[in-house]
């Protein structure tokens, strides 16, 4: 009887304690795929769709200097990021190269450095992600730093419509376009960070570029736009987040098939309305 009462209680914490990592993981997912997709919006605007899969991988060694010393790679992951972002924006500014080019010349230094010094078991996690992983403090790093994200990119938003529009209106109208500018790449860098834990370095740039690919493919206004994209982006993680745990398989490559789908789904349904006007 005893040793019966034991498995039990056993059996029900082991369900708890997977009760509580799915609903950890879906306040993650949901969290950072809004705030990547609203962010997002702005990047497939800009037609910088690359950028933000390539500065995703900038964050390797930082995430590799994390597990190497024992401190949360979050940390790591956004000091590199946020050192690369201050870097690339300076650089542009005085070569006035593209930020496609400046990026893709950090990204392939830092992915390279990245694994040379990442210890091997943890590649894998670091390329693709284990959103199953992610405890409290994650979760409330996560929801604070989507919220944050959201809000200044939010304030910003119209700022850097009107820099793409015309930059030269734009800093009539008293609008510190290159300002802004570095804000929305360390905003963007926040988002990277944290989605990283979601779908890993290798995948993350999906949950700011799809999730607003698809939306600008139905929206025909910008306030709808960005609301589609935030939607798109909350959809694609949280139902990867769920497929993972229920076939128990990597979550990111899930994310990313989800994502693929919705974006699919859009073009159907475009390719439908045009075809119904004739």
């Not at 024992?70 to 005085?94: D, K, Y």
């Amino acid at each position: 009887m005893v040793s019966q009462y034991v498995y039990t209680v056993q059996a029900q914490r082991v369900i708890h304690l997977l009760i509580e990592a799915l609903i950890f993981s879906l306040i993650v997912g949901i969290s950072v795929g809004v705030a990547a997709g609203y962010l997002g919006s702005l990047m497939v605007l800009e037609k910088m769709a690359l950028v933000g899969d390539a500065l995703s991988h900038v964050a390797l060694p930082g995430l590799a200097l994390g597990i190497l010393y024992g401190f949360n790679p979050f940390f790591g992951a956004f000091t590199f990021l946020f050192a690369s972002a201050v870097i690339i924006w300076q650089l542009s500014r005085i070569t006035k190269l593209s930020f496609e080019t400046l990026v893709g010349a950090v990204f392939t230094l830092a992915l390279a450095v990245g694994i040379l010094i990442i210890p091997e078991p943890e590649l894998l996690e670091a390329l693709f992600g284990d959103i199953t992983t992610v405890g409290l403090i994650d979760t409330i790093i996560a929801v604070v730093v989507s919220t944050v994200a959201i809000f200044l990119t939010k304030t910003i938003y119209k700022g850097i419509v009107l820099g793409m529009i015309s930059e030269e209106l734009a800093i009539s109208k008293g609008i510190k376009v290159a300002r802004i500018n570095l804000l929305y790449l360390l905003l963007v860098s926040l988002a990277v960070a944290i989605g990283i834990k979601i779908t890993g370095t290798l995948l993350v740039g999906f949950l700011v570029i799809t999730p607003a690919a698809a939306a600008k493919t139905v929206s025909s206004n910008l306030s709808r736009y960005s609301m589609l994209s935030s939607i798109f982006g909350g959809v694609s993680a949280s139902s990867g987040v769920l497929l993972s745990s229920y076939l128990n398989l990597n979550s990111g490559p899930l994310v990313v098939l989800v994502g693929i789908a919705i974006f699919f789904a859009a073009v159907l349904i475009r390719w439908t309305s045009k075809f119904s006007t004739f």
